[in-house]
C-alpha cells in the first residue's frame, strides 16, 4: 500500500514538475516575441529623406497628395479623412479593383478641408464626400471581405449611384462604404487587421525604369511614401526590418509587396499597357523560386504612432 502511495505521490510531483516547467517555459517564450517585436535602440541607420506622401481616400481610385500626415494603425489620416476610407463595392458584395475596372483610377480625389474631399470623373459632376455627414443618422454595419471584417457606414444610396453612373452608366450596380470613424470598435474587433504602409524607395523606381522600352510613373504602383536618396543601391529596403521617419513615427516590416496586373494601368489615361508592362520586366528580376508574382515595394506596419512631413529623415535598422 505505501509503495502504490509513494508511486502516486511521485507521479503527482512529476506532473506538477513538467506542468511548471512548461509554463515557465511558454511565459520565456512569450517574453521572448515580446522582446524581438520592440524596436533596438541603437543600429539605426539613415537612409534617406521623404520625398512624396500619398493618401488614397477611395480604395483603388486616384491618390492626394499631402505635405504632413499623422500614421495610426488603421493608416494615414489627415484630419478625419483617412487612407482607404471609402470602399466601392458592387453588386456581388466584393470590394471593386481597378485591376478588373482601370476607369476607377480616373476618379480623382482632391482635398477641401480635413474632413471633406471632391471627387471628380471625366463627365460627372464633382461629389463632395463629407465624413461627418455620410455617417450621420446611419447604422455601422459589419462587413467581412475575405479573412478580415470591419465596421462600415453604408452611404445613402445617391452617392453609390453617382459612381455606379461613372463606371457602368447605370444606377444602383455600385454601393459606397466608408470606414467607421470609431477607431476603438475596429482595433478591437479579433480578424480586424491594420492597413499597411506601402513604402516606394526612388532608386529601385529609376532602376526598374532603365530597364524598360518605355515611360511609367511611380504612381502605378501606389505607395504611401517614396524615399528618395541617390546613394542608396536599388532594392534595397528588401533587408529593412525596422524604419523610423522623422522623430515620432516608427513602423515594423511587414511583407513585400506582390505585384499584380494592376502596375499595368497608366494612372492618368487607365490604359493598359499593350506590352504587360512594367510587370514583365519585373517578373524577369524580382521573383524569387516559387513566386508566381514578382516584388516591388515593401510595406510595413506601424509601431508607433506620429506625425511625418515631406523632407523628414527616414532611418531603418537592417
Known sequence: MKGVQLVLVLGGATFVGGFLYFFHKRRSRRRSLRELSKPPKDNWQYVGTLEEIIMYPIKSCGGIELQEVLCEKSGIKFGHLKDRQFILVNEDDKPMFAGAQPEMLKIKPKLINDDEIEVTAPGMDPLILNVHQLSEGRKEVIKAFGKSSTRLVECDSYFGNWFS???FKKETAVKLFMMSNNLKNILFRKNWKPNPYMV?????????????????????FRGNFVINNSQLPAF??????????????????????????????????????????????????????????????IYFNLYKEGS?????????VI
Open 165 to 167: 453612373k461613372f463606371l
Open 236 to 297: 534595397s529596403e528588401d533587408s529593412w526590418k525596422w524604419m523610423r521617419i522623422g522623430n515620432e513615427a516608427i513602423f515594423q516590416y511587414k511583407a513585400p509587396c506582390y505585384r499584380c496586373i494592376l502596375v499595368n494601368v497608366d494612372p492618368f489615361t487607365a490604359e493598359r499597357s499593350p506590352d504587360f508592362e512594367p510587370l514583365r520586366t519585373l517578373k524577369k528580376y524580382r521573383m524569387k523560386p516559387g513566386q508566381i508574382e514578382p516584388e516591388m515595394g
Open 200 to 220: 516606394l524607395v526612388n532608386e529601385s523606381i529609376m532602376d526598374l525604369k532603365d530597364r524598360l522600352p518605355n515611360t511609367i510613373h511611380h504612381w502605378q
Open 308 to 316: 511625418v512631413k515631406l523632407g523628414d529623415e527616414v532611418f531603418v
